[in-house]
């Protein structure tokens, strides 16, 4: 990446504005999942082990600009406080006299943690006098919310137009590995893309059909594709107004040498429910009163196989309903597949990373990525505002 990171620029007795995306599953004010907050920790220790005073920033949820007591970021800063193994003074604000004042009060190798940015509605407005608050609390700014650069918000864009600003680690490592992914794949380069919705994959798979050799498609999405080829899919998702978008997505793989590959069985079910009946058809006999929410064995198959005969493999989005067991096994054979391969292995985040997580593969696979809506807009082939304003390596 030709962006400045951590490494280029001096941080001894320097007053370090650090966005993080502590962006975390939270359940009863207890957090489910801390990949997130352990991905920023060597950045932070590398702020602390430099001398600097680490001043870190996040949003958590979607407060829209108002102050959301669940909302607040402390448990956050007690489990920073756990991994790090030293005090990180949770702030009750983000701007303003009294988080000046904590922070005048810091030694070299403090951490202070703000609270909730998005509680200031300046924050998604990307508001420069928001920003400008901001930056007036520190001398540089570095950027390691990787799941967040995909916004052009007040901490992760604005701010960047007037301090010094960097690129953190987690930054640096989620950029070059799915850039060169994307930019000099290692073939058989394919690309798993499922989810609910092919509104939502548009760009992903627009992109991606100029890049890979294999495309799978599942989740969903691909009953509009089923539909697309002229089969019946009963209630199956569909999104008719994109069947024709579907279709051009068919041909423009067939003009690219790109292989297509479709599901050819389905577990379909007679409710939309963990207790309904099911039952595995064939992609062409879908019943017209049931509707299809897993991937059948054959197709099973068939995905792993390829996945086993590739050197690279992206993932984005669940294979069937995975959050209810008897729709899972489609999600979790791709997982275990994306296992065993001697592929290199990347995960897009969001839900394909918490079917990974769930399924016990996560340490298998080459890259998890800690952004959801920013992996997919970089697998988009678009660039991220967070990054962009960071400061060029000269
Ligand atoms: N066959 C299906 N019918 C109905 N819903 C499905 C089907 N397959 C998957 N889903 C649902 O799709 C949802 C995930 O889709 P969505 O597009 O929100 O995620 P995603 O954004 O693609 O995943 P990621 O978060 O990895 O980017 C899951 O909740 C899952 O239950
Ligand atoms: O969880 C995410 O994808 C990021 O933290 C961004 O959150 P947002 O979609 O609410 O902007």
């Known amino acids: 990446m030709n962006k400045k990171s951590v490494r280029d620029i001096d941080l001894r007795g320097k007053r370090v504005f650090c966005r993080v995306d ?28 430099q001398g600097g005073k680490a001043i870190l920033a996040s949003h958590l949820g ?22 790090l193994g030293k005090e990180v003074k949770k702030l009750d604000e983000a701007i303003g006299e009294n988080v000046k004042a904590a922070i005048a009060a810091m030694n070299d190798g403090d951490v202070i943690l703000l609270e909730n940015v998005r509680f200031y509605a300046g924050e998604e407005k990307n508001d420069p006098e928001l920003a400008k608050a901001f930056a007036e609390l520190a001398d540089v700014y570095v950027n390691d919310a990787f799941g967040a650069a995909h916004r052009a918000h007040a901490s992760t864009e604005g701010i960047a137009h007037y301090l010094p600003a960097v690129a953190g680690f987690l930054m640096l490592k989620e950029i070059e590995i799915l850039g060169k992914a ?47 080829q002229g089969h019946e899919i009963g209630k199956s998702l569909l999104e008719e107004d994109k069947i024709e978008l579907a279709k051009s997505f068919m041909e423009k793989a067939k003009e690219n040498g790109v292989r297509f590959l479709m599901p050819i ?42 996945i086993m005969d590739s050197k690279l493999v992206i993932w984005n989005g669940p294979m069937g309903v995975f959050e209810m067991d008897a729709f899972a096994k489609g999600t979790n054979a791709i997982a275990e597949a994306m296992a065993k391969t001697n592929a290199t292995t990347i995960i897009g985040g969001g839900d394909s990373a918490a079917a990974v997580e769930k399924a ?35």
């Open 62 to 83: 979607r407060p829209k600009g108002k102050v959301v007591e669940e909302m607040r970021l402390t448990p956050v800063a007690k489990r920073l406080s756990e991994l």
């Open 360 to 394: 016990g593969y996560a340490d298998q696979m080459t890259h998890i990525s800690t952004g959801g809506g920013a992996s997919l807009e970089f697998m988009e082939g678009k660039e991220l505002p967070g990054v962009v304003a960071l400061n060029d390596k000269e």
């Open 182 to 228: 994307l930019s000099n794949p290692e073939r058989p380069f394919t690309a798993i893309i499922g989810g609910a919705k092919v509104k939502d994959k548009i760009g992903v798979i627009e992109n991606l059909l100029e890049k890979v050799d294999n495309l799978i498609i599942g989740g969903g999405l691909a009953y509009t594709f089923v539909k697309a």
């Open 22 to 49: 502590f962006n975390v599953p939270m359940q009863e004010g207890q957090i489910t999942d801390d990949t997130r907050i352990k991905a920023a920790v060597p950045t932070i220790q590398y702020i602390i082990d």
């Open 265 to 306: 069985d389905a577990v379909v079910a007679d409710e939309f429910s963990e207790n309904a009946n099911t039952k595995v058809v064939d992609i062409t006999e879908i019943p017209a009163d049931w509707e299809a929410l897993d991937i059948g064995p054959k197709t099973v198959e068939l995905y792993q196989q390829v």
